[in-house]
């Protein structure tokens, strides 16, 4: 059931909700908005229509529109510093992130939004520094034995090389982080091989504006996947996600004090001459 309910107090049949749902799937009949029972089976949870309520008056799945914040957007210039200052992070303090912060990270990382709003991602997440400890440690036993086995796989002769910085006290995968966080898709999903990534970018920026570093670590990516999968596997990543990438993070050991400068390149703009000559 959608328990889609409409404050008749509230309402002022603007018509938003129906003019703005993804799915054509509620109607005016009558003045106030309705989905007819035959449509509800198309309706993909995205709550536009709550959302787009200028007055609260619609609730959807059981959620109560009083309950949603008000949209403050940031200024463009924030915004833009954000973006800009965003640093990969590869020293890190030890110090393990506050609990609520993880919450609010996760809270946040939940609205990113992913193909047909199937949202059905999982996140890997290891909140606690012994776990990461572990992790880290199994990672390299089984990097060694692959080595002395001859068994790593073709194209990642590279693992290879991180033993001995390892055993001086240098950890090139994890960078001696506390935290990771893994997003994984299942195959079927509707965009499997993007949603994973535009849920880390959400996660990086909401942890770069709590004041936390981040990185993006296809090493462990690899690792897990490729060299040690039984260790991806207690992880718990289910045995049908095709994709899945894996982000460092925790308090950074390193505070930068400017943006870098880069130019635009790669950006080619379509012409009409370029539509007429594909005909």
Known sequence: ??????????????????????VSIIDMDGGLPRIPEHRESYCIGCQHCLAVCPTAALSILGKDPDQSARIL?????????????????????????????????????????????????????VDDRDVMEEIRVRTMEGIRKAVADDSLPDGMEFFAKMVAPYDQGRDIIYRKAPHMIIAS?????AAPDADPFIALSYFELMAH??????VWCGFARWALQSVVPELGRALGIPADHRS?????FG???????????????????????????GR
């Not at 059931?1 to 993804?22: S, V």
């Open 1 to 22: 059931m959608l328990d889609f309910i409409i404050d008749e107090t509230r309402c002022i049949q603007c018509g938003e909700c129906a003019a703005d749902c993804p």
């Open 251 to 277: 308090y950074p050991a390193v505070q930068y004090a400017r943006t870098v400068q880069r130019d635009v390149s790669g950006v080619y703009r379509v012409c009409l001459a370029d539509l007429e000559g």
């Open 185 to 189: 898709a299942p195959r079927d999903s």
């Open 73 to 125: 957007p940031p200024s463009p210039g924030a915004l833009e510093n954000l973006i800009k200052s965003r640093r990969s992070v590869r020293r890190f303090s030890p110090e393990c992130v506050d609990g609520k912060v993880l919450d609010r990270l996760m809270d946040v990382v939940a609205h990113a939004p992913t193909g047909k709003n199937q949202r059905n991602l999982r996140f890997t997440l």
């Open 209 to 214: 504006s709590l004041g936390l570093g981040t």
């Open 244 to 248: 899945m990438y894996a982000m460092m």
